[in-house]
């Protein structure tokens, strides 16, 4: 039975979040803790490009009408789960940020649309890497997107994930 939605806010999860990926391990917790409910498998209801980027990491870019409805899942999370999320996204670091977005559920025929939030490629670099990555987008980060992601603890000693994609983003790379 889900949860009140009283002081939680839907996060629609398209990358490494999802079942069966490298970081649903969070959301499975934040499940297990009632800090989240899963709400189904969701679309965005405007196109967005979804690209991959340094260390296999997926990136949502907020170009409305650009790239393809991104299939992902929708949770309602908690203030004290939301916390958790902005920590491994890297918000205060200007890694993604946290912006509204509109969704429809996966199979819903009536094309009833859902207030919620993604997190996005941080704007500093967010339509650079879309260009860079030659504007072409994925519907979905799937399987095999999953097996070229490089967890938070395998990367290189002292990785800068920002840092290197400014190095990526200008060629260096």
């Not at 990785?159 to 190095?167: G, L, P, Q």
Request: charged share 25%.
């Amino acid at each position: 039975m889900p949860m009140a939605v009283a002081n939680q806010v839907q996060i629609f999860t398209y990358g490494t979040l999802k079942q069966g990926h490298g970081n649903h391990h969070l959301m499975q917790d934040l499940i297990a803790r009632k800090d989240a409910v899963f709400l189904g498998s969701h679309f965005t209801h405007q196109p967005h490009p979804l690209v991959i980027g340094p260390y296999g990491i997926p990136y949502l870019i907020n170009l409305p009408g650009h790239g393809h409805r991104v299939k992902g899942e929708l949770y309602s999370v908690s203030a004290r789960g939301l916390v958790r999320l902005d920590q491994l996204e890297g918000t205060s670091i200007g890694h993604y940020e946290r912006l509204p977005i509109q969704v429809c559920k996966d199979g819903d025929k009536e094309g009833a649309v859902v207030a919620a939030e993604a997190y996005f490629a941080h704007g500093s670099f967010g339509e650079r890497l879309w260009e860079r990555k030659g504007k072409v987008g994925l519907v979905e980060f799937g399987e095999k997107e999953g097996k070229g992601y490089i967890r938070i603890e395998d990367r290189p000693h002292g990785c800068d994930v920002v840092r290197d994609i400014t190095s990526f983003l200008s060629g260096n790379e």
